[in-house]
Nanobody
Framework: QVQLVESGGGLVQAGGSLRLSCAAS????????MGWFRQAPGKEREFVSG????????AYADSVKGRFTISRDNAKNTVYPQMNRLKPEDTAVYYC?????????????????WGQGTQVTVSS
């Protein structure tokens, strides 16, 4: 049974930082690209960042470029988005997802497995 478990969310002031993590089990982690998405109330789920299976390829939404960094540790089956200079508009539930064929890819339909999400709230 595949499980993706996010952690590290919480409440932070604008300008602050958070480091999320997503621990994977039940799959061959090193063969999957990993993505992070977020969904704010009343909005569609959107791509935030992604990383290829090897870590050599990364992608970021324009809204987070220069502020967020994604990395992975294949020995620990974990992916880490580091979020800096957070803004109130970053407030959302953040989800990690696994994509067997990704490089990474941006569309939600490309991802095979999803976590339950972790809430990030940025106060102004």
């Amino acid at each position: 049974q595949v499980q993706l478990v996010e952690s590290g969310g919480g409440l932070v002031q604008a300008g602050g930082s958070l480091r999320l993590s997503c621990a994977a089990s039940g799959l061959t982690f090193r063969t999957y690209a990993m993505g992070w998405f977020r969904q704010a109330p009343g909005k569609e789920r959107e791509f935030v960042s992604g990383i290829s299976w090897s870590g050599a390829g990364t992608a970021y939404a324009d809204s987070v470029k220069g502020r967020f960094t994604i990395s992975r540790d294949n020995a620990k089956n974990t992916v880490y988005p580091q979020m800096n200079r957070l803004k109130p508009e970053d407030t959302a539930v953040y989800y990690c997802a696994a994509d067997l064929w990704g490089g990474p890819r941006l569309g939600t339909a490309n991802y095979d497995y999803w976590g339950q999400g972790t809430q990030v709230t940025v106060s102004s």
